[in-house]
């Protein structure tokens, strides 16, 4: 009996169903990470989606948004084909059109501007992978007002990095998960580098390395660390450079790296009010010098030989007095003001917390100290029989990035790496291909007024690193030249544009107006802007003379009706990620690892069932019809009729330098440069979609300063030359802007920022209170307000998403218990949350894991009722909010009624996690539903009728397979 029970029943359970009659790789979409995945499909439909166990990002994982990708493909919120504005701009009021006429209209809005006068496009994209061909594109047309979605998110990690270490964390390196003991994250969100961090974190739960969470709220990765400290938000800088005073008190730093591979050793010019004060002191080729303690004399800092002193000041043979970097950067954090004490009165972490992390950052680093039997060859050529690692490390994100003293703070992550010697070491942070570059790389932002010329290209790109005031591109009394303000004194290294400015400048006509402002993938009217309600204004205000718009003309590319679409004059529908081709390129923000170069490929693994197209071969087709020389041959015809796959194959940005390195050379036979081989996408998609080189192990450590990757790097177009790239703590760059301030130098500040340039641009790591908090009465805005990201949802892409809608349908405001109980607030009461700027209304959810001045919430849940095609009463717009309606995109005004940018004075990173608020009961009767709550949009014509429920895979379902074959006898 018991027999017959189990066995039939179990033995006909079919464990591994055949769930697909085809299968096709590609890369995954649904966040920033670039997984690599196996779609399944069954009679031509998406069937499901499983990772790829071969791909080096992910090895097979796949986390609960790639998995949901079908339903961002079969999402009702897709558009389904070109419209124009025929009602008020921001009423949603469109008539369908053909792709000739959108074509049309588009090529004559931007041909009429390439003629008259470029800077009149803003041309600006959200988080797309394509920044390789829209950046060259911009440069193409002619316009300096290009950037993508940067400027909004993690320039100051981006910009801190590349001007100290020439890498950064993300995209540009990670932590040696194999080999760290000692591993501290600071202000990550759950989102970002998300299938790759989690399984790092599970090698550090197998190896039993100590992981610290420093972020003010117990979420995801910080849930399950062995220790986290809820500091105060904006305050981790003060909180690093005590960690930096207890090592230099206690003499726990590494001076053998730091005298070989730093820039800590350079001689600094001492002549206080002097045009040279705080250069470095250079020899009669520019090469740094340095005092060679051997033969007590000036010295060519880049030498193998030398043995710089690190401390005294000298003087050299032309009379000037300097002094190492070293003993600045000594002086200044052994000073009692970086004393854990008084970083506990910022931070709200005790002293003797930060004392023993330092003691076991130090204590890991030098007593538990790896030694690889790897030999390795330095800059010098210098054979080392080892490979000497210190196995602590570090990884930072938003929650440095999004304050206006990110820069710094990242900054001063970077020097306690670099203290501690654990910048590309075994068990360090690593660096992954193409960088390390210089520290900052030699390439300069074009757009300055003789680089404009209307009907040609710029000589370079749009974005690149200022390395001096001679670099910014302003007007000779200061005005910026680009729309956005980037590059100018307000953000002089705002490497990658300044996003959240555009809308306000254009509008304002502030420094100029513009005609055409052209956005991709960016939902500037709701979560990617902030100070949102104005925002909506500003699109849609018209100037009183003329009753003309005061932003003319409005084209949007987008493959879903999100929030922005209604503010557009012309939108042209993409396609999704599973739909077009696409590469992960080198030249943008590939996919390597540490140990090995990498890039890859999307492949239209599905043909559009909609009148859509791939927004890169819409580009590429605009480019070609505007005539921009890269994209048309001598005889006016098109270079790449093939669309973007045919450019991602033969463009070649230098001489056998194109979008993908592997497989190049005619034959295919050349990996990294090489001809353009015209097969070779068939090569990635046979290869799973993706190119990956490895490095041989004596190549995998120390590229900043190891001669057979170097020599590698430069033969495939990383870097230009295989010399070493020195660590620069001490920021020349930074204080050629500050003597400027100063008075120095032909190009001068306006005088009203002269005490802002002076203040932030110091050539060493400072931590200053964040902005906002500086500016208004904390008393009334006691408390802090942030955002995290949570895992199931990347940005406001799974807004449409029918399954991780079931995880994060709304938004509730966290706050910490105890602070809750002090203000008489209980779990789900409503509580209004006021700013200098605006309220909000919101429900609010208790807990305990999170620091007591502050609350917070997910990040783009809130939807604005009507969009994305979902019901307008959806939870999303009745319950969901964003904090960005609270956020303002100017700094309250300085007593001279200047208002600044709300951002990072170095790099002009909006600094949208500098807000503070207060928390106040809502009354009974005030309606329970999420407000501010602005007017319904309307569907835009041709989106399909939204289903109550989404029966997706009911054609898989046994039932109604059974009742098909019902029907069909
Ligand atoms: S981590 Fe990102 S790229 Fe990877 S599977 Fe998840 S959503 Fe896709």
Not at 900 to 911: C, E, I, K, L, W
């Amino acid at each position: 009996m018991i027999r017959e029970f189990f066995s039939p029943a179990a033995e006909r359970l079919d464990l591994s169903p055949r769930v697909s009659d085809e299968v096709k790789h590609t890369t995954c979409y649904m966040c920033a990470c670039r997984c690599g995945i196996r779609v399944h499909l069954k009679d031509g439909q998406i069937r499901y989606i499983e990772g790829n166990r071969n791909h080096p990002v992910n090895r097979g994982v796949l986390c609960a948004k790639g998995s949901a990708g079908i339903m961002n493909h079969y999402s009702p919120a897709r558009l389904s084909k070109p419209l124009l504005r025929v009602g008020e701009r921001g009423r949603s009021e469109f008539r369908e059109i053909e792709w000739d006429e959108a074509l049309r209209i588009a090529t004559e809005w931007l041909g009429e501007v390439r003629r008259t006068d470029p800077r009149r496009l803003a041309f600006f994209t959200g988080r797309d992978q394509s920044q390789a061909l829209t950046g060259w594109w911009a440069s193409q047309f002619g316009t300096p007002n290009y950037a993508a979605h940067g400027g909004f998110c993690s320039v100051n990690m981006a910009a801190a990095g590349i001007y100290t270490i020439g890498g950064s964390f993300w995209e540009f390196g990670e932590p040696d998960w194999e080999l760290t003991r000692y591993f501290m994250m600071f202000g990550v969100a759950e989102d970002h580098d998300s299938n790759p961090i989690k399984a790092g974190l599970a090698k550090l739960k197998e190896s039993g390395a100590k992981f610290i969470s420093v972020n003010p709220v117990k979420t995801g990765y910080s849930a399950i660390a062995d220790e986290w400290i809820g500091i105060r938000p904006g305050t981790d800088g003060k909180f690093v450079l005590a960690l930096v005073h207890e090592l230099l008190r206690s003499d726990r730093i590494d001076l053998d790296y730091i005298v070989r591979y730093t820039n800590l050793p350079w001689l600094t010019i001492r002549n206080p009010g002097g045009a040279d004060d705080g250069l470095i002191a250079r020899g009669l080729e520019g090469e740094p010098l340095c005092w060679d303690g051997a033969t007590d004399q000036p010295a060519n800092a880049m030498l193998a030989g030398v043995t710089p002193r690190l401390a005294g000041e000298v003087t050299l043979p032309d009379g000037r007095r300097a002094i190492p970097a070293f003993e600045l950067m000594a002086r200044r954090y052994l000073d009692d003001a970086y004393s854990p004490d008084a970083a506990e009165i910022e931070t709200g972490v005790p002293a003797g917390t930060i004392r023993r992390i330092a003691a076991e950052l130090a204590e890991t680093a030098f007593e538990r100290s790896i030694v690889l039997d790897q030999p390795w060859t330095d800059w010098a050529g210098r054979r080392h029989d080892t490979m000497v690692g210190r196995p602590v490390t570090m990884h930072a994100m938003r929650g440095i990035s999004a304050h206006s003293n990110g820069f710094h703070t990242c900054r001063a992550i970077h020097l306690l790496q670099i203290l501690l010697g654990s910048i590309d070491c075994p068990g360090g942070f690593r660096y992954k291909p193409p960088f390390p570059k210089a520290a900052p790389p030699a390439l300069k932002p074009a757009g300055r007024a003789d680089q404009i010329v209307p009907g040609r290209p710029m000589p370079g790109p749009p974005l690149g690193f200022p390395t001096g005031p001679e670099d910014l591109l302003v007007e000779p009394d200061g005005t910026p030249q680009r729309i956005d303000k980037a590059f100018s004194w307000q953000a002089p290294i705002a490497a990658h544009g300044m996003m959240h400015m555009v809308i306000r400048n254009a509008w304002a006509h502030d420094p100029y107006p513009i005609d055409v402002l052209f956005m991709f993938m960016a939902n500037m009217s709701w979560n990617s802007a902030m100070n949102t309600a104005e925002t909506m204004d500003m699109l849609t205000a018209k100037d009183e003379s003329t009753g003309e718009y005061r932003i003319p003309k409005i084209i949007y590319a987008d493959a879903y009706s999100s929030e922005m679409v209604a503010y557009a004059d012309l939108v042209l529908p993409d396609t999704t990620y599973l739909e077009r081709w696409d590469c992960i390129s080198l030249l943008d923000r590939p996919i390597c690892s540490a140990d090995s170069a990498a890039d890859s490929i999307r492949q239209p693994v599905i043909s559009p069932d909609r009148d859509v197209r791939p927004f890169q071969d819409v580009l590429i087709e605009l480019g070609t019809r505007l005539g921009l020389p890269g994209l048309v041959k001598q005889d006016g015809s098109p270079r790449y009729p093939g669309g973007y796959a045919d450019y991602i194959a033969n463009h070649e940005r230098a001489p056998g330098i194109g979008m993908l390195a592997g497989w190049r050379g005619e034959a295919g036979e050349r990996n990294g440069a090489g001809a353009p081989n015209p097969k070779q996408l068939e090569r990635y998609v046979a290869n799973g979609c993706f190119w990956e080189h490895k490095l041989a192990p004596g190549q995998r450590y120390f590229k900043h300063a190891n001669r057979d990757y170097l020599e590698y790097a430069a033969s495939v177009g990383f870097i230009g030359k295989p010399d070493q790239i020195v660590l620069q703590v001490y920021s020349e760059p930074l204080q050629k802007f500050r003597l400027a301030a100063r008075g120095h130098g032909p190009v001068q500040p306006p005088d009203a920022l002269r005490k802002r340039i002076d203040t932030y641009f110091d050539p060493l790591p400072i931590w200053y209170p964040p902005f906002e908090g500086s500016l208004i009465d904390t008393d009334s805005f006691p408390l802090h307000a942030i955002t995290q990201r949570p895992m199931a949802m990347y940005h406001s892409w799974g807004s449409q998403n029918a399954w991780l809608r079931q995880i994060h349908g709304t938004n509730p405001l966290y706050i910490n218990r105890g602070t809750a109980t002090r203000l008489g607030i209980e779990d789900g009461d409503w509580v209004w949350v006021t700013s200098h700027h605006g309220r909000i209304k919101v429900r609010v959810k208790l807990m305990e894991g999170v620091n007591p001045e502050t609350v917070w919430t997910w990040n783009a849940i809130g939807k604005r009722s009507g969009a994305w095609n979902l019901d307008p009463a959806a939870p999303e717009a009745k319950t969901g909010f964003l904090l960005n309606h609270v956020i303002s995109d100017l700094l309250p005004a300085q007593p001279d009624g200047l208002r600044y940018a709300n951002s990072d004075p170095v790099t002009g990173q909006a600094a949208w996690y500098d807000l503070r608020v207060r928390v106040e009961k809502c009354a009974d009767e005030e309606a329970k539903t999420s407000a501010p709550a602005f007017a319904t949009l309307n569907a835009p014509p041709g989106m399909p009728e939204r289903p109550s429920i989404l029966r997706y895979g009911l054609l898989y379902s046994r039932g109604w397979r059974r009742k098909q074959e019902e029907e069909s006898r």
